[in-house]
């Protein structure tokens, strides 16, 4: 495998980690909560 | 498609609600977080008849509907919102055949919710040592119900109460208290308010303490002219209707339930008298701390080592295998290497985990908080952050884990913030080492001053512990009840079973969830410190071949490794720093030590072994000779002015840094976990760093 093959993963690898790191430390896609409990149809009764 | 239905258990805690789950799902289970909160959520399924499957959830033990806490709040918010996915078609409620009275009024209140209702009286083998009889056929009729009589540890009743969830359908859904008996006019005003609705259901929602997560009970008093009482007055109303429960439960037992104690053969209360006795309770507990610690800490080495090896042979191999380059240096100095660095882990904790559930399998450890919650209250902690604070000894990812059976947010909270002060095992290298470099030969009473200084820095660590924990119970402003409710359960022997699911769990929660960001982490500092800006990185070889021509192969790779770590992006780092560091006393290589042991503290060393050109140490095989080479090789360390690096104040400096600062991405990691905010973590890191640098700068500043 080439010099530069090998350093592309390894940049890959590091893209990977920080984006994963990012996502946890920094930004978190929000999950969509279904709403229980509304004016119109309140989920609790 | 084959149908499924929900089943939740429900229960007071310790009376078997786990094993029962246990016994349905096999190993069919997986646990998780409820969203937002740290409490556990089990899950498992279980196939009945027909091809009819039970998604059943296991829900935090509570004793009433009547929430206190978030693991109670987590079982009313569920019960009272229909379009949870998880609303039970039917609920089973576990009960102790020992505690059939206090554990029936939970029984009551869910069956009052209208939900489909089966009860399990579990433990029944203990019937005939209690010499408690019981007319089943009575009780289902007055309770209007289905009863499976089950005994987890004979494997008895778990076919029957199969057989009764899968035909759910038939039970009745009459209430036992009708709300109307707890105040008719304040009932009928809420009926003619809302007319449509359950008026139990309700009535939970307007009394309830806890703020919910998804009901809002503001839209009931919003969307109404109905005039709701005063606090203290539904504060009477719950009373009156606590007490016409139990006069409905006591009623049913009179003539359901006989207990004949003259044929009771209890040792209990002769047990009692040993475990919780005011000098030997306290002798006997310490005695299985330090069995406890020996066990992490000792006996947990063995596998330890055995993983390390794994992981170090294994890079080894991949190194040797695969074609040279950065991506294999990654995959043997990272990847493998941040994997053996999360493995290593699992012993430690497998070992404290399976303690801790044998103790409370036993129901010792119920006796443990009776012993030591009043000494810990004053200091803002439940008897049972004693578990954490010995252990953060040996190791703080899982002393920080343990913590999650304190029921008290604030308690739980501080425990998992003041536990990474103890001194854990990764400090000790660190200790070893330093207190070699500049503590004096000699003794106090027999004892020399390095081993006085190694105590000392266990008893700062374990003070500051319970000082920050003081600090903490009262400035952290949470509202969070906490009362010396404690329940004494019977003894008995643990279930295996129970014992490996709970080990087998709280390992894959640390290797899955801190794990991944642990591996991450790892990465990146590998990367800072394999990679560097300008020719004075890129072209180390050169450098160090033409300035030390004459110098052996193995020596020159030395200087290469440390002219390579000194121009990396890490080293940059180690040299940006220095003026920060320069009032400890350190330079900038102690600089990339302590970056590079932000990973774990004992990469410190392993830091200045490459850093001072010592990297062929790592080959050496006695690890001793190692240690004494890197010794060595920091003592002689000078300044450009000839002074030395490593003197007694530098060296108090960095031991005290050691011993307060934050140095540990897993111990983030897992507080992060368990805290389920970045906000407790960062903060910690913050507050332990800050004080460490001010207190090294302090001792460094008075001792130079």
């Given at each position: 495998?080439?010099?530069?093959?090998?350093?592309?993963?390894?940049?890959?690898?590091?893209?990977?980690?920080?984006?994963?790191?990012?996502?946890?430390?920094?930004?978190?896609?929000?999950?969509?909560?279904?709403?229980?409990?509304?004016?119109?149809?309140?989920?609790?009764? | 498609?084959?149908?499924?239905?929900?089943?939740?258990?429900?229960?007071?805690?310790?009376?078997?609600?786990?094993?029962?789950?246990?016994?349905?799902?096999?190993?069919?289970?997986?646990?998780?977080?409820?969203?937002?909160?740290?409490?556990?959520?089990?899950?498992?399924?279980?196939?009945l008849?027909?091809?009819?499957?039970?998604?059943?959830?296991?829900?935090?033990?509570?004793?009433?509907?009547?929430?206190?806490?978030?693991?109670?709040?987590?079982?009313?918010?569920?019960?009272?919102?229909?379009?949870?996915?998880?609303?039970?078609?039917v609920?089973?409620?576990?009960?102790?055949?020992?505690?059939?009275?206090r554990?029936?009024l939970?029984?009551?209140?869910?069956?009052?919710l209208?939900?489909?209702?089966?009860?399990?009286?579990?433990?029944?083998?203990?019937?005939?040592?209690?010499?408690?009889?019981?007319?089943?056929?009575?009780?289902?009729?007055q309770?209007d119900t289905?009863?499976?009589?089950?005994?987890?540890?004979?494997?008895?009743?778990?076919?029957?109460?199969?057989?009764?969830?899968?035909?759910?359908?038939?039970?009745?859904?009459?209430?036992?208290?009708?709300?109307?008996?707890?105040?008719?006019?304040?009932?009928?005003?809420?009926?003619?308010?809302?007319?449509?609705?359950?008026l139990y259901?309700?009535?939970?929602?307007?009394?309830?303490?806890?703020?919910?997560?998804?009901?809002?009970?503001?839209l009931?008093?919003?969307?109404s002219?109905?005039?709701?009482?005063?606090?203290?007055?539904?504060?009477?109303?719950?009373?009156?209707?606590?007490?016409?429960?139990?006069?409905?439960?006591?009623n049913?037992?009179?003539?359901?339930?006989?207990?004949?104690?003259?044929?009771?053969?209890?040792?209990?209360?002769?047990?009692?008298?040993?475990?919780?006795?005011?000098?030997?309770?306290?002798?006997?507990?310490?005695?299985?701390?330090?069995?406890?610690?020996?066990?992490?800490?000792?006996?947990?080495?063995y596998?330890?080592?055995?993983?390390?090896?794994?992981?170090?042979?294994?890079?080894?191999?991949?190194?040797?295998?695969?074609?040279?380059?950065?991506?294999?240096?990654?995959?043997?100095?990272?990847?493998?290497?941040?994997?053996?660095?999360?493995?290593?882990?699992?012993?430690?904790?497998a070992?404290?985990?399976?303690?801790?559930?044998?103790?409370?399998?036993?129901?010792?450890?119920?006796?443990?908080?009776?012993?030591?919650?009043?000494?810990?209250?004053r200091?803002?902690?439940?008897?049972?952050?004693?578990?954490?604070?010995?252990?953060?000894?040996?190791?703080?990812?899982?002393?920080?884990?343990?913590?999650r059976?304190?029921?008290?947010?604030?308690?739980?909270?501080?425990?998992?913030l003041?536990?990474?002060?103890?001194?854990?095992?990764?400090?000790?290298?660190?200790?070893?080492?330093?207190?070699?470099?500049?503590?004096?030969?000699?003794?106090?009473?027999?004892?020399?001053?390095?081993?006085?200084?190694?105590?000392?820095?266990?008893?700062?660590?374990?003070?500051?512990?319970?000082?920050?924990?003081?600090?903490?119970?009262?400035?952290?402003?949470?509202?969070?009840?906490?009362?010396?409710?404690?329940?004494?359960?019977?003894?008995?022997?643990?279930?295996?079973?129970?014992?490996?699911?709970?080990v087998?769990?709280?390992?894959?929660?640390?290797?899955f969830?801190?794990?991944?960001?642990?591996?991450?982490?790892?990465?990146?500092?590998?990367?800072?410190?394999?990679?560097?800006?300008?020719?004075?990185?890129?072209?180390?070889?050169?450098?160090?071949?033409?300035?030390?021509?004459?110098?052996?192969?193995?020596?020159?790779?030395?200087?290469?490794?440390?002219?390579?770590?000194?121009?990396?992006?890490?080293?940059?780092i180690?040299?940006?720093?220095e003026?920060?560091?320069?009032?400890?006393?350190?330079?900038?290589?102690?600089?990339?030590?302590?970056?590079?042991?932000?990973?774990?503290?004992?990469?410190?060393?392993?830091?200045?072994?490459?850093?001072?050109?010592?990297?062929?140490?790592?080959?050496?095989?006695?690890?001793?000779?190692?240690?004494?080479?890197?010794?060595?090789?920091?003592?002689?360390?000078?300044?450009?002015?000839?002074?030395?690096?490593?003197?007694?104040?530098?060296?108090?400096?960095?031991?005290?840094?050691?011993?307060?600062?934050?140095?540990?991405?897993?111990?983030?990691?897992?507080?992060k976990?368990?805290?389920?905010?970045?906000?407790?973590?960062?903060?910690?890191?913050?507050?332990?760093?800050?004080?460490?640098?001010?207190?090294?700068?302090?001792?460094?500043?008075?001792?130079?």
């Amino acid at each position: 495998m080439s010099d530069s093959i090998q350093n592309i993963l390894v940049y890959i690898t590091l893209g990977l980690a920080l984006t994963f790191l990012v996502r946890k430390f920094i930004w978190k896609p929000k999950k969509k909560v279904a709403k229980a409990c509304g004016k119109d149809d309140c989920g609790c009764h | 498609m084959s149908k499924q239905i929900n089943v939740a258990l429900i229960g007071n805690p310790n009376t078997g609600k786990t094993s029962v789950f246990n016994a349905l799902t096999g190993l069919n289970q997986k646990v998780g977080n409820y969203p937002g909160i740290t409490v556990d959520k089990k899950q498992g399924v279980c196939k009945l008849e027909r091809g009819v499957k039970a998604h059943i959830i296991d829900l935090p033990g509570t004793y009433s509907l009547n929430a206190s806490s978030l693991d109670e709040s987590v079982v009313i918010e569920l019960l009272l919102n229909k379009k949870d996915k998880d609303y039970p078609d039917v609920a089973v409620v576990i009960t102790d055949v020992e505690n059939l009275k206090r554990n029936l009024l939970i029984y009551t209140q869910i069956k009052d919710l209208e939900i489909p209702t089966i009860l399990v009286i579990n433990m029944s083998d203990r019937m005939v040592y209690k010499g408690i009889s019981l007319d089943i056929e009575y009780l289902e009729q007055q309770l209007d119900t289905k009863i499976a009589l089950v005994s987890t540890r004979k494997n008895n009743g778990i076919d029957e109460l199969k057989q009764l969830i899968s035909n759910y359908k038939t039970l009745s859904n009459k209430p036992c208290l009708h709300t109307q008996d707890i105040d008719k006019t304040y009932f009928e005003g809420l009926k003619k308010a809302f007319p449509n609705q359950s008026l139990y259901k309700l009535w939970l929602v307007i009394t309830q303490d806890v703020n919910f997560g998804k009901i809002d009970r503001n839209l009931i008093e919003d969307t109404s002219n109905f005039k709701t009482k005063s606090e203290s007055d539904l504060k009477r109303l719950q009373q009156k209707e606590t007490i016409k429960r139990y006069q409905f439960i006591n009623n049913v037992l009179k003539k359901g339930q006989t207990i004949d104690l003259k044929s009771a053969k209890d040792l209990r209360i002769k047990l009692d008298r040993i475990l919780t006795h005011k000098i030997w309770g306290y002798l006997i507990f310490f005695g299985i701390l330090l069995l406890m610690f020996q066990a992490v800490y000792d006996w947990a080495t063995y596998p330890t080592d055995l993983i390390d090896a794994g992981f170090s042979s294994l890079a080894d191999w991949v190194k040797n295998t695969l074609p040279e380059g950065a991506f294999t240096n990654l995959l043997a100095e990272g990847i493998i290497a941040g994997l053996g660095g999360i493995m290593v882990f699992i012993p430690p904790i497998a070992f404290l985990f399976l303690f801790i559930a044998l103790l409370e399998e036993s129901g010792y450890m119920s006796r443990v908080v009776f012993l030591m919650d009043n000494i810990m209250k004053r200091f803002g902690l439940s008897g049972k952050s004693v578990v954490p604070l010995i252990s953060g000894n040996a190791c703080a990812i899982p002393a920080v884990m343990a913590a999650r059976n304190i029921e008290s947010w604030k308690e739980r909270l501080i425990t998992i913030l003041v536990t990474p002060f103890t001194t854990c095992s990764a400090r000790l290298p660190v200790y070893v080492i330093i207190i070699a470099l500049v503590i004096p030969d000699g003794s106090f009473l027999g004892i020399s001053y390095q081993a006085l200084t190694l105590m000392c820095l266990y008893i700062i660590g374990f003070l500051t512990a319970i000082f920050s924990a003081y600090i903490l119970n009262k400035i952290l402003k949470i509202k969070s009840k906490s009362y010396f409710v404690v329940e004494m359960p019977s003894y008995k022997i643990p279930l295996f079973k129970n014992v490996v699911l709970t080990v087998v769990e709280k390992t894959k929660t640390f290797v899955f969830e801190a794990g991944k960001i642990i591996l991450a982490i790892s990465i990146v500092l590998w990367f800072l410190a394999s990679y560097g800006p300008g020719e004075q990185f890129n072209d180390a070889e050169n450098i160090i071949q033409n300035t030390y021509p004459n110098l052996s192969l193995e020596a020159q790779n030395d200087l290469i490794a440390e002219h390579k770590l000194e121009h990396s992006y890490i080293g940059i780092i180690g040299k940006t720093i220095e003026p920060a560091i320069k009032p400890l006393g350190y330079d900038w290589k102690i600089g990339i030590g302590l970056v590079t042991s932000f990973a774990a503290r004992e990469v410190f060393v392993g830091t200045l072994a490459t850093i001072y050109s010592i990297g062929s140490a790592n080959d050496i095989d006695d690890e001793d000779e190692a240690m004494s080479t890197i010794k060595n090789r920091m003592a002689e360390e000078v300044y450009s002015d000839g002074s030395k690096v490593f003197t007694l104040a530098s060296g108090i400096s960095l031991l005290l840094f050691y011993a307060f600062a934050m140095q540990c991405m897993s111990t983030l990691a897992i507080v992060k976990r368990e805290t389920n905010s970045w906000k407790w973590p960062m903060l910690q890191l913050v507050f332990m760093s800050g004080f460490a640098y001010i207190v090294a700068m302090i001792a460094f500043q008075i001792l130079k």
